[in-house]
């Protein structure tokens, strides 16, 4: 469900720098003068009183006013833990009377671990939860057990300093979320299959960042009964989506069901034994005049409905390509079969106690679709529509107004901007999130649900955890999340203190590299690596923005640097493997672009002046030297990054896919050798006083 699988569409006008600054003003103010002597907390609380002292952590120890559950001990042990890690030394968790120096977590209500449908937010929501830190001890106090989680996220957060100095402030908060659900999406099924141990790593950030949905997004990558032919080797059993389900469930996120059960089918359709349930054969969609369609459809909905807990079940519906084109009997409406089918799943979904969600792109324009306002009342009414929007806009309102005109649900859907990028374009990605999240609290809306795509089938996800931490605080605090300090603020609750600022840095830089790149190349950097840096056209682009170019390739050098000092400080940091990876790839790409324009002029010069010893100097040598000549280092600089990029991927996500992967690496060194056996024709057969050739010898003739 993305916009572009290539060069950026027109869509893309308005830039994320263009729009910053009026995302920023919208930043919501009111609590940092109490802030301005304190350390920031992600998210913001919605209510904060400081006042002078504070509580030390030495000596402080854990205990409940009633008998825990096994969730109250889970977040005891948590912030034991988290607080022991910060004086280095072990903080007790004790049952018993309170005394001086206790954290006291009082859990006052038996509400449900986990979201249900139809909650509410604001402040007696059933997550909501509050803080007094004094001099002499601390207490959170909360309804829930997902509240006192919550409040013990925060109060870690609170503590200022290390070791014998390490202090809790004495404060007072009171915190709730401005939207009741609160999701992030991962996808399963475009690139690489997440192990379960990252989804775990994944799960963990989203909590400790107060998200409570996580949406497990497949096309077929669940081992289905009936389907053992569909993705035998890129699929979880269903004990690891069991296993996933508990893991998230203990740490207060709902693991909702993502399905596709319009389009986006291919892995099914592609199998012999289903491919006349597709359209067209081989295809994408679901073929509704088909009478085994909806046979399917059920089946596929009753196993999922089995496996998932969760009350809702995300049915997908977006971008359906083939709809109005093909298969359609004479006169019969297209989005009238669509809006049948989805009500089909709606009223099928009723029986099992289970509410739908669908992507709702078809009404808004967001698909290559034309505007269908009109389809809006048709669809069902209970059903919850996810309005997506990736790119930034001024104005986010479209593509929620008409549905919530007439009383439609919404989940807003963002992204972080990521698939066919090197690395994610932040900033981008929270102009897109600030923004569209702004517009569902005006509508209100029931929550966000923060998109991952993978559809490059090449992305280190890793890099993309600050995004999925983004779009959680969005969704929580009351104002939009400050773009200035993110970074800052991110790196100083997940890193040591050495190592936040090192990190802090290298997430601008790779940020901003990013997006000079894709300026630059006029493409997505995914594809921009990939490509012929000779082409006439890029070739052209680059020479004319060739100091933008090296200021890139620079800056991509410093993250380099800032991620060195990072990994001495922290040798198993397991986020920073893929951050160098994005760096050195970065420099690679500014490499081999502006090596093409070094070689250009090499190639004019010899047409003015083909003197046989400027061939031997810029071609034999500066660029055909075996060891240190400039292909030999583009040979050297592809294949010496190969393994790492394998390395990072392995260490999260299974082998599925990598091999073709890898392919495209194989053949970036095969592009360069061949290439070196161009030039080396070119020296055999140039001759003295012989007129020399363009560039274009060098291109592979096709």
Not at 478 to 488: E, I, K, M
Not at 563 to 582: F, Q, V
Not at 614 to 631: E, K, P, R, S
Not at 677 to 688: D, E, P, T, W, Y
């Amino acid at each position: 469900m993305r916009l572009d699988h290539g060069p950026f569409p027109n869509v893309r006008a308005i830039t994320a720098k263009s729009i910053r600054l009026f995302l920023w003003c919208g930043v919501a103010l009111a609590w940092l003068p109490a802030q301005a002597d304190h350390q920031a907390l992600l998210p913001a609380p919605q209510q904060i009183t400081y006042e002078s002292g504070v509580l030390p952590v030495n000596g402080l120890t854990i205990r409940f006013t009633l008998p825990p559950t096994a969730q109250d001990r889970f977040a005891a042990e948590q912030l034991a833990a988290g607080l022991s890690s910060f004086k280095h030394v072990k903080v007790p968790l004790k049952d018993g009377r309170t005394a001086k120096g206790t954290v006291i977590l009082n859990r006052m209500g038996d509400a449900a671990e986990v979201p249900t449908d139809n909650e509410s937010s604001g402040p007696q929501s059933r997550e909501a939860y509050s803080i007094k830190v004094t001099a002499s001890g601390a207490e959170i106090r909360a309804g829930s057990s997902a509240g006192l989680f919550y409040g013990v996220q925060t109060l870690l957060q609170l503590v200022e300093g290390e070791g014998s100095q390490a202090v809790l402030p004495v404060v007072e908060v009171h915190d709730w979320p401005a939207l009741t659900y609160r999701g992030f999406m991962m996808d399963f099924s475009h690139g690489q299959l997440l192990r379960v141990s990252e989804i775990e790593r994944q799960i963990d950030l989203l909590a400790r960042f107060k998200a409570n949905q996580y949406y497990f997004y497949s096309e077929m990558n669940i081992a289905w009964e009936g389907y053992e032919v569909v993705n035998p080797d890129g699929r979880y059993t269903r004990d690891e989506v069991r296993h996933i389900i508990d893991y998230a469930r203990q740490r207060h996120l709902d693991v909702v069901p993502c399905m596709e059960l319009y389009g986006h089918m291919h892995d099914l359709f592609r199998t012999e034994k289903f491919a006349d349930v597709g359209l067209p054969r081989y295809g994408d969609e679901f073929d509704p005049r088909n009478p085994k369609t909806l046979q399917v459809i059920d089946d596929l909905f009753d196993q999922t409905t089995r496996l998932f807990t969760s009350p809702w079940c995300h049915v997908g519906f977006d971008e359906p390509w083939s709809l109005g084109k093909i298969g359609m009997a004479p006169g019969k409406d297209p989005f009238a079969t669509f809006a049948e089918v989805l009500q089909h799943i709606a009223d099928h979904a009723q029986q099992h106690g289970k509410r739908i969600i669908y992507w709702a792109d078809i009404m808004n324009g967001a698909s290559t679709l034309s505007n269908h306002p009109e389809l809006v009342s048709k669809l069902p009414a209970a059903a919850i529509a996810a309005p997506w929007a990736y790119d930034v806009f001024t104005n986010y309102a479209p593509f929620i107004e008409p549905l919530a005109k007439i009383g439609r649900p919404t989940l807003v859907t963002p992204a972080i901007w990521n698939w066919n990028e090197i690395f994610p374009d932040y900033h981008h990605s929270f102009a897109n999130i600030n923004g569209l999240v702004a517009a569902g609290k005006e509508f209100k809306t029931l929550g966000i649900l923060n998109t991952g795509w993978t559809d490059c089938g090449q992305t280190l996800y890793r890099q993309s955890l600050p995004g999925l931490a983004f779009g959680a605080i969005a969704g929580w605090q009351a104002g939009l999340v400050d773009t200035n300090s993110f970074f800052h603020d991110y790196t100083a609750v997940m890193y040591p203190p050495a190592e936040g600022p090192e990190v802090a840095a290298a997430l601008e830089q790779l940020s901003s590299v990013e997006e000079m790149f894709e300026d630059i190349l006029n493409n997505t950097t995914q594809h921009a690596f990939w490509g012929d840096p000779l082409e006439p056209d890029r070739l052209a682009r680059v020479e004319a923005r060739q100091d933008s170019c090296r200021q890139a390739r620079l800056l991509a050098e410093e993250a380099e640097e800032h991620i060195s000092r990072a990994m001495h400080l922290a040798p198993n940091d397991p986020t920073l493997k893929s951050l160098m990876m994005a760096a050195r790839l970065f420099d690679y790409l500014g490499m081999k672009s502006l090596y093409a324009v070094e070689w250009d002029g090499y190639f004019r010069l010899l047409q003015e002046n083909p003197d046989q010893k400027l061939v031997t100097l810029y071609i034999g040598i500066q660029m055909n030297a075996q060891d240190h000549g400039m292909l030999a280092d583009l040979m050297d600089a592809i294949t010496g990054l190969r393994e790492p990029y394998r390395e990072a991927w392995l260490e999260e996500s299974t082998p599925y896919r990598l091999g073709t992967a890898l392919a495209r690496w194989d053949a970036e060194s095969r592009f360069w050798f061949d290439t070196w056996g161009r030039v080396n024709q070119l020296l055999r057969s140039h001759k003295k006083g012989e007129p020399f050739p363009s560039i274009d010898v060098l291109r592979a003739k096709h």
